[in-house]
């Protein structure tokens, strides 16, 4: 099994401008690629040098509210670097964006929370998908990613793009996201300016359980029949019998993410009997095992250097 840099999706926190002080001291502990809008562009362009071909882009506002209605503003952190990044590079980069709305809300729930955040609404929660989605492909964005889980997003998202012109743009679906303690990392970095401490959010009510394996398989073949191009298994490493599985089953790409726990178990990995031995190989190790699983891409946080490297291996 080989591995190239083309097979991984670089997924990136896009902040506003003018919170740059705000992720100074954030960015130097985390394993999360963070860039302000106005200098998306810089990042993006150091990824196509050394190959990267895809982007993922997740988003934070400038100010929170009780839906997340923010997330469809055709001036947000998203909707802004997308145009930016598409205005430079044009074809020569994929843009996906992330079509969710717990970084915008007050209870970093996915969906539209009602009754004290104690229960999230599907149908609102569908509604305001179509908008941040529609918003998005008119921003540029190749492909959308909604990550809400919300029971008929993918139908209802590709019903919309299609009443208004952008058939073109596909839909990567967070079919089999499963309600996993590995997003601490990520979450200490997204909502590092919440009023709440707990970032514990029981999601388990529209998340996948990681016990239920017939679940998962059901939801991405129900993602697949609403029109999913793509179809994501998430997190990765714990889950590789579920890919090897579903990649047997299924005729659309399976794309997996290596989400922030997981990469930063890989990296606190690094030191290991009082030596400092780099992560490189181990990281290697780690994703040819998730290809040779079935996987056809995977979204991975990644160090600079390592792809430098990978380049080199490979090539």
């Known amino acids: 099994m080989s591995l190239t840099v083309s097979d991984l999706i670089i997924p990136i926190l896009v902040y506003p401008r003018s919170l740059k002080h705000l ?40 100010k929170r509210d009780q839906y997340g209605t923010s997330a469809a503003d055709k001036s947000g952190t998203v909707q802004v670097a997308t145009k930016e990044i598409k205005r430079d590079m044009g074809s020569t980069v994929n843009v996906i964006t992330d079509v969710c709305v717990c970084q915008y809300n007050f209870s ?9 955040y104690d229960n999230v609404n599907n ?24 990550s809400s889980m919300m029971d008929g997003q993918v139908y209802s998202i590709r019903k919309s793009l299609d ?12 079919s089999a996201k499963h309600a996993s303690s590995l997003y ?44 999913a191009n793509m179809v994501m298994i998430k997190p990765t490493l714990w889950y590789l019998d579920l890919v090897y599985e579903v ?13 922030s726990g997981e990469y930063l178990m890989l990296r606190k990995g690094e030191k290991i009997g009082g030596q400092i031995r780099g992560g490189f190989e181990e990281l290697i190790e780690t994703l040819i095992s998730v290809r040779r699983a079935g996987s056809d891409r995977v979204i991975t946080y990644i160090a600079m250097d390592f792809l430098e490297q990978i380049n080199k291996r490979f090539s």
């Open 23 to 62: 992720f100074f001291d954030i960015r130097k502990g985390g394993p999360i690629l963070v860039s302000s809008d106005d200098e998306i562009c810089l990042v993006v362009n150091d990824l196509i040098k050394n190959g990267i071909t895809d982007v993922l882009l997740f988003g934070l506002p400038y």
């Open 108 to 116: 970093g729930h996915c969906g539209i929370s009602d009754n004290n």
């Open 123 to 146: 149908f609102k929660s569908l509604a305001l998908l179509d908008k941040i989605a529609i918003s998005h492909a008119d921003s540029g964005a190749d492909c959308v990613a909604p």
């Open 163 to 174: 009443s208004c012109g952008f058939g073109a743009v596909k839909i990567m679906s967070y």
């Open 184 to 227: 601490g990392p990520f979450r200490s970095v997204a909502f590092a300016r919440s009023k709440s401490h707990d970032l514990s959010f029981d999601k388990s009510a529209y998340q996948l359980s990681y016990s239920n394996k017939r679940e998962a398989i059901r939801e991405i073949e129900q993602d697949i029949s609403e029109g």
């Open 247 to 259: 990649k047997k089953m299924i005729d659309v790409p399976l794309v997996v993410q290596l989400v």
